[in-house]
């Protein structure tokens, strides 16, 4: 698999994996796949979650595989097809699907945003929708697949819970923080864990580009340190992802000194070394959720010290 884009930084394009459901056409980010699998027979888990088919150990390493049509309520068949090896959230899956059709490299600005009809509320498991020689390819939200068969594999919000009596009461009203995620539910809660930190002067933006804006912004207006002491930033986002949204920020004079975390279910040693090429000051994956607050407090607390200092 052609996986070049990799090793490029903030282009805001990504490939896109095109595979099919019966006869409905559906992608995944080439960046979230280790490999692609001829069908094994797998071994069932007693007491699973019914859209677990079962396990099985390619090369020594145990990975759970997910019935894809089952997940979305399509009707099964008894076709072998293949399995789509996945890693994201420090995670080994497979998804069973039917065919791969190829690669797309698309831009974030060509995904369409998917509405309230097909994600209401965030109970959809949709993403983005790419339209491809008049055909529609509906990019799936796997995070969301595996966080609602196995919710522990998202935020650990129970981290939370265990914050250091010694740094409570905390008040860091005053170090303002914008962040850059699409999924409203993964919105909420980062806000609502960074909230409990003592972190409550928060702007959250659905992109990149909205996030860039807003730092313009404020930049062009005179107030950008004065509105934000900290950058937070998915990779995975239309219109502009994560990556672009670092590069731009880290190419900026007037922007680039303001501390940057990328908190994505994608940092893996592939994408940390593109994150840190860009200039990223922290990386971080989404289950890390009280990481997250020990990285905000130690990048405010060090430029902190810095503006002192000078």
Not at 143 to 153: A, F, G, M, R, Y
């Amino acid at each position: 698999m052609d996986t070049n884009i990799l090793l490029e930084n903030g282009t805001n394009e990504l490939e896109v994996l095109e595979f099919t459901l019966g006869e409905n056409h559906y992608g995944i980010n080439v960046a979230k796949i280790r490999e692609i699998l001829s069908y094994h027979p797998v071994t069932p888990v007693p007491n699973a979650d019914p859209c677990i088919e079962g396990i099985f150990m390619p090369r020594e390493t145990m990975i759970s595989v997910i019935n894809l049509k089952r997940c979305i309520g399509l009707e099964e068949d008894e076709s072998e097809g293949l399995f789509i090896i996945t890693n994201f959230n420090k995670l080994n899956i497979a998804f069973h699907v039917d065919t791969v059709i190829g690669i797309h490299r698309v831009s974030w600005a060509e995904i369409i945003e998917p509405d309230a009809t097909i994600n209401n509320a965030g109970a959809g498991v949709s993403t983005g929708v790419i339209k491809i020689n008049d055909k529609l390819i509906v990019i799936l939200d796997f995070e969301k697949i595996v966080t609602d068969i196995s919710p522990e594999t998202g935020l650990k919000v129970t981290d939370m819970d265990n914050l250091p009596t010694d740094r409570e009461p905390r008040d860091r009203s005053k170090s303002p923080i914008i962040i850059a995620e699409d999924s409203p539910l993964l919105s909420k809660l980062i806000t609502d864990c960074i909230k409990k930190a003592g972190y409550t002067n928060i702007i959250v933006k659905p992109n990149g580009q909205e996030a860039w804006d807003t730092l313009c912004d404020f930049r062009d207006e005179g107030t950008l340190d004065e509105k934000v002491h900290l950058i937070i930033t998915d990779i995975e986002m239309p219109i502009m992802d994560g990556h672009r949204l670092t590069k731009l920020c880290k190419e900026d004079d007037d922007i680039k000194h303001i501390p940057l975390v990328i908190f994505s279910s994608l940092v893996n040693d592939e994408m940390r070394r593109k994150g840190e090429q860009l200039g990223a000051d922290a990386q971080l994956t989404k289950p890390e959720i009280g990481k997250l607050v020990d990285a905000i407090d130690e990048l405010i607390e060090k430029k902190e010290r810095e503006k002192a200092e000078r």
